[in-house]
């Protein structure tokens, strides 16, 4: 008889244990009355048991994962900002530049290279922007077929380049091929390179994410395409490209391969992008990295090495300020 | 569509805002404002250039010519000069390459081909003008150590150079101790370190090490180092090394052992051994001989020298100038720059930082190059 009872609880059991499975341990709580059915959501503790197990496992393994990816980057902003903190508290850094500092001699300012990084990376940005953006704007609204591929794969194989390669060959053609002097210009070239793919697929993202009932519904209304594009997609998506081109801008301005190649250091303030060398904070920190040894150097360094960080920092910062506001998102 | 306008706006207007900070920070504060540099020192007869002057090269001058650029900017505010220390061999190719105006080198520029170029051939190709070495300053290479409990070290050319391709490799060596009498020496390991990086300071250092032990250095010299030891990036590299290493040995030139406080080894060529002074290195500068014709002034240093008193170990670094720039203006920036760098005042301040004063008789010829340079 209870045989019987128990085939016919069966399907019940089966569907509690699985439950079971499923949503952890929360299921103890139904124990049911019936001391077949007890025994039954017993037998199927005892596999339940060994996925507790696993469980933890999987989440001390994964924790300990996330300790150890966290623990250098900690680490290393520690390092710099311990070393480099008292540097840039100074106002002397924020306004000065090197001229006629030695690496013997303590101190200066950083304002010649941090001008100049920004300068750079706004010609960067002045360039690349464009041309990645209408770039994102054909491959997903317009481009179909062969071309759009080619294009697709193109900005696929840019985003690969290294960014010494990028350097090189902007030296091989502004240099070598066309005799011009190295100056913060073909730095920004370079760097043009290596923003344009990063920029262009955060676009091609965010415009993917605008629905296509508002296309649809603007086409209902006879608004021609491109009108279409410029006042309903582009505005749609416009908090989400800004945050592509932050963060692709954030990049480029951390990037030194460029810089050590096409752009010579100097230590005077530098605000012409097409003649003389243009100081800026990766080639600073290299400068006073040759002579690491002497404290005075060293310590020029950190501040300049935390003055960059910070600077990333902040434009990812309003990155993900810009992108949490981002209308397409919701 | 409310909540996306809110979004548009707020990014707009934060674009907005970095645009502006971006343009207040270009806004320019004094320019060539010096950063109170003391009382700016007295004109003189510095003759003054307005612009900008790049040059590139030789690690072993950074500090040399660092000094003579503070000087002459404090007189002349309008005037900039930017030397990057990339090296010798990548100072001589932007030379070539025309841009820099001229380049610092650790060795005159070769007369005789290497990969089917001869770099003298290219240099006056780029100037369309022969080019010329002129010797600026003198830095004498130490041979620094840091053995516990040792101030004082003895060595010669055979020795230094079983050092250096691991023949001897403990520091109570009995080749080691016949040198250094009355000295304890412990039987620590010797750790060598080297440049990894090529290096002019090389090249001058396994000259040396060839032509005092030729049966012992038997490798050729060059910028690349082929002995024995740990690489170390820059001449900073090799001193952090040998300072944080008991043990340790290194060539490096001798501001870097000074400003790092290393101890110094003094050198026996035959007659008693000679500490490294700017007197003793000097005397080798003195008797070197003049290899280039004319206002080019390329030297030959002898390494194998006997002479008592003569601290062998040295290398001139010169600076590599077009005889007449295309570019006149041009000309005229580098003429004024190494006039003054090449002027009394400055050699004599360079002492204190670790170069040895180049002898009056080749300072003389110096002058008179640069002033023939157009």
Known sequence: MTMTAHDETRPGGTGSGARLGTTGGTGTSTTPTDPGRRDLIESMDRPHRGRAIKDHVARIVMWGSFVLAVVPLVWILWTVASNGFHMITTSLWWTGNQRNINTTDAGGGARHAIEGTLIQAGATAAIAVPIAILTAIYLVEYGRGRLARVISFMVDILSGVPSIVAALFIYAVWVTTFGIDRNGFAVSLSLVLLMIPTVTRSTEEMLKLVPNELREASYALGVPKWVTIVRVVLPTAF?????????????????????????????????????????????????????????????????AALTLIILVLLLNLAGRFIARRSAVAK | MSVSRIGAVSAIALAGALALSACATENPAPAGSTQGAGSSASAGNVDCFSGDLAAEGSTAQKNAIAQAIKSYQEACADATIDYNATGSGSGIKQFIAKQVAFAGSDSALKTTPKDGKVEAEEAKNACGSPAWNLPMAAGPIAIAYNVNGVDKLTLNGEVAAKIFNGQITTWNDPAIAALNKGVTLPSTPIKVYFRSDESGTTENFTKYLQAAAPSVWTADPGKQWTGKGEGKEKSAGV?????????????VEWSYAQQNQLHMAAIDTGSGPVELTGETAGKAIAAAKQVGTGNDLALKLDYGTKEAGVYPI??????????????????????????????????????????????????????TAVDAIS
Request: net charge neutral; proline share 5%; glycine share 8%.
């Open chain 1, 239 to 303: 908090s989400g490209i800004v945050t592509g081109v932050l963060l692709g801008l954030a990049r480029v301005m951390g990037e030194t391969a460029p810089l050590l190649i096409l752009g010579p250091y100097t230590k005077n303030f530098q605000r012409d992008l097409f003649n003389g060398n243009m100081p800026t904070l990766p080639t600073m920190i290299n400068e006073d990295r040759s002579d690491f040894a002497l404290s005075t150097a060293a310590e020029r360094m950190w501040g």
């Open chain 2, 239 to 251: 001193s952090a090394a040998v300072k944080s290493q008991d043990g340790g040995i290194t060539y």
């Open chain 2, 314 to 367: 040295v290398l001139v670094t010169y600076e590599i100038v077009c005889s007449k720039y295309a570019d006149a203006e041009q000309g005229k920036k580098v003429k004024a720059f190494l006039k003054h760098y090449a002027s009394a005042d400055v050699q004599k301040s360079l002492e204190p930082l670790g170069y040895a004063p180049l002898p009056a008789e080749v300072l003389t010829k110096v002058d």
